[in-house]
């Protein structure tokens, strides 16, 4: 589309404004660079255009967005003003909050990890808040994300942030805020924003003044000592239960994937007496750049290439991957049905994870029945689907609860245990603040295996769970694949897939759902769809969130929505087969597969593709 010259002129003239009092010497540089060339460059008019096109929104992710200057971009003034506006919002929250005269100052910690430009961030960030009344935090080096979720607890803080964008591209930034102590309801301390402290955030943003009416402290903060890391990694590797779980033979290969967890996850399954562990040596230390990888995600295509082929040559028992601010776990094995090494599903993942959790709780004899019951034992199979039974009345020992797009045998593994299941929306903000919570997860390889000290997703404390439940099915003589079919024989097998749809153009997000909303399926691989729901309009159980339901007669279940940080359309699909015996497994997923692919199909064609 062509601008009229008007709008170019005025464009242009903004972003020179905005260049004039820019405090970063490089992104102003940039600026005036695309100004200069806008007139005879295509590419830099556009590029000036997106980065003019409006105010990066924040949210209940805070921001995130590539680096650059410009309102819609990450940078200095970008993130002094959410600092200022951060930090309006924490002194009016705790000054409410207060019930004596004598008011004691917010107090707050910032984090951040290796991305370019995330230890200025941090750093002016800290500034800001001194300057604010706010007794502020820094951490003294680049650490993982959960550490930072950690701190928020440990220190008693009121608010949190992480400068980090987690496992997007090398070009993003991000930060993320957390609140604790007197600015939230005990149920969230610790935890990431949700609504409506995303708005009031928000609107503290939009009302900071100009920039120069942002003053940053000169010093005042405290940088914490490396011991905060060396806390939180006798805790994390405390929950290791060497008495119960003796077993430490296992050969893991690690990778951090250039983020910063490497030495973090090392020391922990260190003291957690696994030892045998070896680090992708070419993805070992930090770099923003990522070089071997198209995207630093563990989910995403060809990203763990590396590890496998280091575990093979090394002959190793398991992989484990952190995404870069390590808030993530994905693992690989090598199953016997195949020989071949294969990364888990995150709901693979997240059950086996939530059967060993059922096994850790159970107290001796007195609770075999319940390990037996949540199918963790080798024990004779039902043969069939078991009916769900127990709610948070009738199981009062605490609660699992995985969001609504993992998949549903969570549910079955909690309830045949003894214990209350909860669906939340999509997110670990929300995961985190299930009243009551012994373990959660998310499909997207995020993991809360101790709550009470990290109320988020934690990729480490996530590592030696897996490392220990798989050096136990080792000890017997099995892998997690033996241990994941001891499930599927009691539960029936829950099969998952999914389709992501990226685009361009935001817009086509919105003309999919909508096109869905107007004419949705009647059926998907041949059963006919008996629940429709628009979770836009909210249920009982949820409140309202962009998504649309479909449960089919045989219980098939798809969840089509946006994702809340990227540019796609997610969909997750998952069929439940009943199994009879282990000799029945190959057959059933078989069909689960081929039932998979059917769904798959028909979801291509609603969405037009």
């Not at 309102?71 to 705790?94: D, H, I, Q, S, Y």
């Not at 820094?138 to 650490?143: D, R």
């Not at 942002?214 to 903060?221: C, D, K, P, S, V």
């Not at 540019?567 to 282990?582: F, N, Q, T």
């Amino acid at each position: 589309m062509t601008l009229p010259d008007a709008d170019v002129l005025q464009l242009c003239n903004d972003a020179l404004e905005w260049a004039s009092q820019d405090p970063d010497p490089a992104t102003a540089a940039e600026l005036k660079a695309l100004v200069a060339r806008s007139a005879e460059d295509p590419a830099a008019l556009q590029e000036l255009q997106d980065s003019f096109s409006g105010t990066l929104q924040f949210g209940t992710a805070g921001l995130r967005a590539a680096l650059g200057p410009g309102p819609m971009r990450m940078n200095r003034v970008v993130v002094r003003r959410a600092a200022a506006g951060l930090a309006k919002f924490l002194t009016e929250k705790v000054n409410d909050a207060e019930t004596s005269d004598a008011r004691t100052a917010p107090r707050a910690v910032v984090g951040f990890d290796a991305r370019y430009n995330s230890d200025i961030f941090a750093e002016e960030t800290a500034a800001i808040f001194t300057a604010a009344g706010i007794q502020t935090f820094l951490m003294p080096s680049a650490l993982p994300t959960p550490l930072l979720a950690y701190a928020v607890r440990s220190l008693d803080c009121d608010g949190g942030v992480m400068v980090t964008a987690s496992h997007n591209p090398p070009q993003d930034n991000g930060y993320k805020v957390y609140l604790g102590g007197r600015a939230v309801e005990e149920s969230g301390r610790g935890s990431q924003i949700v609504a409506p402290y995303d708005a009031e955030i928000a609107a503290r943003i939009e009302a900071v003044g100009s920039l120069d009416s942002i003053q940053l402290a000169e010093e005042g903060w405290t940088v914490l000592p490396e011991s905060i890391a060396s806390e939180y990694q006798a805790a994390v590797a405390g929950l290791a239960e060497a008495e119960r779980f003796p077993s430490r033979d296992l050969k893991i290969v690690l990778t951090p994937m250039h983020g910063v967890g490497g030495q973090t996850a090392i020391n922990v399954l260190a003291a957690a007496g696994f030892t045998d562990v070896s680090l992708v040596a070419e993805q070992a230390e930090p770099d923003p750049d990522f070089p071997t990888v198209a995207f630093p995600n563990p989910e995403e295509p060809g990203a763990l290439d590396l590890a496998l082929a280091a575990a093979a040559e090394l002959d190793a028992d398991s992989v484990l991957a952190n995404d870069p601010d390590a808030d993530r776990a994905a693992v690989a094995a090598k199953d016997p049905a195949t020989g071949e090494w294969r990364m888990l599903r995150g709901d693979e993942v997240g059950s086996l994870l939530g059967a060993h959790v059922v096994a850790r709780l159970a107290n001796g004899t007195s609770n075999e029945a319940a390990i037996d019951g949540a199918g963790i034992s080798t024990g004779a199979s039902s043969g069939q689907v078991p009916e769900l039974s127990g709610d948070a009345e009738t199981a009062s020992n605490g609660v699992f609860a995985n969001s609504i797009v993992s998949s549903r045998l969570l549910a079955r593994i909690a309830t045949a245990g003894g214990y209350s299941h909860c669906e939340t929306l999509t997110g670990f903000k929300w995961i985190s603040r299930v009243p009551g919570l012994v373990y959660g997860y998310e499909e997207a390889l995020g993991y809360c295996v101790a709550p009470d000290l990290v109320r988020d997703k934690d990729g480490i404390s996530a590592a030696v769970l897996i490392a220990e439940l798989a050096a136990e099915a080792k000890a017997a003589g099995k892998t997690i694949f033996d241990t994941l079919d001891e499930l599927y024989l009691f539960h029936g097998l829950h099969a998952s897939d999914q389709l992501s749809v990226r685009v361009a153009d935001l817009g086509l997000l919105d003309a999919m759902m909508n096109r869905l909303r107007v004419a949705p399926p009647q059926s998907f691989a041949g059963s006919t769809v008996d629940v429709f729901t628009d979770l836009a309009e909210g249920t009982e159980e949820l409140p309202p969130t962009d998504g649309l339901l479909f449960i089919t007669r045989d219980n098939t279940r798809v969840i089509i929505r946006p994702s809340g940080t990227e540019p796609k359309l997610k969909c997750y699909l998952e069929v439940i087969r009943p199994v009879g015996s282990s000799a029945e497994l190959p057959a059933v997923r078989q069909d689960a597969r081929e039932a998979l692919d059917a769904v798959l199909e028909d979801v291509r064609e609603a969405l037009g593709l």
